[in-house]
């Protein structure tokens, strides 16, 4: 179920990186026009935006070696979960307008246009002291 669109795979291999947010991600658009083209930026390209590049360009090197992106769609659509990117037309306006919005959404069941309420669960994989 997850969409098809061609910005898809190097979204989701961005945001398993764990390093890049929404902020980060539009310094990268910015910089490289987009985020496949971010696997062909140089470091230094990349590093003035004043983002990690090396440790972000490392990561996105190890993810599509490993084909983890790939894995995570793969498995998303096994549990029927749609996956969206922020820049997908069904992201909802709200969150896309908040400051630091998600890369993605992980979506089970069907997100209503004109709901009023909504909740949503927020969880880290690698959480801090603080947020624990």
């Given at each position: 179920m997850a969409t098809k669109d061609d910005r898809l795979l190097p979204l989701v291999a961005l945001?398993?990186?764990?390093?890049?947010?929404?902020?980060?991600?539009?310094?990268?658009?910015?910089?490289c026009g987009s985020v496949g083209a971010?696997?062909?930026?140089?470091?230094?390209?990349?590093?003035?935006?004043?983002?990690?590049?090396?440790?972000i360009?490392?990561?996105?090197?190890?993810?599509?070696?490993?084909?983890?992106?790939?894995?995570?769609?793969?498995?998303?659509?096994?549990?029927?979960?749609?996956i969206l990117t922020i820049e997908d037309e069904r992201y909802p306006p709200p969150l896309r307008n908040?400051?630091?919005?998600p890369l993605l959404l992980y979506v089970k069941g069907a997100l209503r246009?004109?709901?009023?309420?909504?909740i949503g669960i927020v969880g880290s994989r690698q959480c801090t002291v603080y947020g624990k």
């Open positions: 945001n398993l990186t764990g390093i890049v947010g929404a902020v980060s991600y539009r310094k990268i658009i910015a910089s971010l696997a062909e930026a140089s470091p230094g390209r990349l590093a003035s935006t004043g983002l990690p590049a090396a440790q360009l490392r990561a996105m090197r190890t993810i599509r070696t490993e084909g983890l992106a790939e894995k995570e769609i793969a498995l998303a659509e096994t549990e029927g979960i749609d908040i400051y630091d919005p246009e004109n709901a009023f309420l909504s």
